[in-house]
């Protein structure tokens, strides 16, 4: 069965600090894809990133990283200089290459501080 | 270019009364999944509809169900409500055509409150 895990509940930084979200991940399948979303006040999801299992090539995108580590079974996001407007939840999520749904961690609530 | 829409936005039902939720998909998608999100937890997945069919479903009982129309717009239906299903109700539209995961888009939801 497909599991993902975010330890960190909540995380609390001072604007411009860079925060790092954990995710392990948890799959039998060879072929699989990691995805990273964020959902603020307004609950909607929004879209970050989406890393197929054949590639671990970090990503990154403005003030956003991406480092997939298969080795560890890990998919982290780091946000570098972190802006008020960085504040929300974000979700680690997974699907398989059959089994098309997303299952998704918990989250991580982070609140960035002026 | 529209994104995801989803109507109601928000609800307040009794239980044991019939819910029914909608979905318009992103232009040029035609895969629609319905997630139920409880208040502090991830999204989990209830269904999703492909060339209007049922193609995958979650851990939900029978009293949950959809429909996809010709146009792709999808419907959530709950029987016999519980006060437990109060929660928000995501809708997410993707492209099936490319083989393997497809990246789903959602939208605003629908907070369902069952008194």
């Known amino acids: 069965a497909q599991k993902v895990t975010q330890a960190q509940t909540e995380i609390s930084v001072v604007e411009k600090e860079d925060v790092t979200l954990d995710c392990v991940y948890e799959?039998?399948?060879?072929?699989?894809?990691l995805f990273w979303y964020k959902q603020p006040p307004s609950g909607e999801l929004v879209f970050l990133i989406r890393?197929?299992?054949?590639?671990?090539q970090n990503e990154i995108s403005g003030r956003y990283s991406w480092n997939f580590q298969k080795s560890t079974s890990s998919f982290n996001f780091t946000i570098t200089a972190s802006q008020v407007v960085d504040s929300a939840v974000y979700f680690c999520?997974?699907?398989?290459?059959?089994?098309?749904?997303?299952?998704f961690g918990s989250g991580t609530r982070l609140q960035v501080q002026p | 270019d529209a994104g995801v829409t989803q109507s109601p936005t928000h609800l307040i039902k009794t239980r044991g009364q019939q819910v029914t939720l909608r979905c318009s998909p992103k232009?040029?998608?035609?895969?629609v999944s319905w997630y139920q999100q409880a208040l502090g937890q991830g999204p989990q997945f209830i269904f999703q509809?492909?060339?209007?069919?049922?193609?995958q479903r979650g851990n939900f009982p029978d009293r949950f169900s959809g429909h996809q129309f010709p146009n792709y717009s999808s419907e959530l239906n709950v029987n016999a409500l519980l006060l437990g299903d109060s929660a928000l109700y995501l809708c997410?539209?993707?492209?099936?055509?490319?083989?393997?995961?497809?990246?789903?888009?959602f939208g605003p939801g629908t907070r369902l409150t069952v008194l």
């Open positions: 997410a539209s993707s492209f099936s055509g490319g083989g393997g995961a497809d990246t789903q888009y």
């Open positions: 799959t039998r399948d060879t072929t699989y894809y």
């Open positions: 890393r197929n299992s054949f590639d671990e």
């Open positions: 999520a997974l699907s398989e290459e059959v089994r098309r749904a997303l299952t």
């Open positions: 232009s040029g998608h035609d895969t």
């Open positions: 509809y492909y060339e209007e069919e049922e193609r």
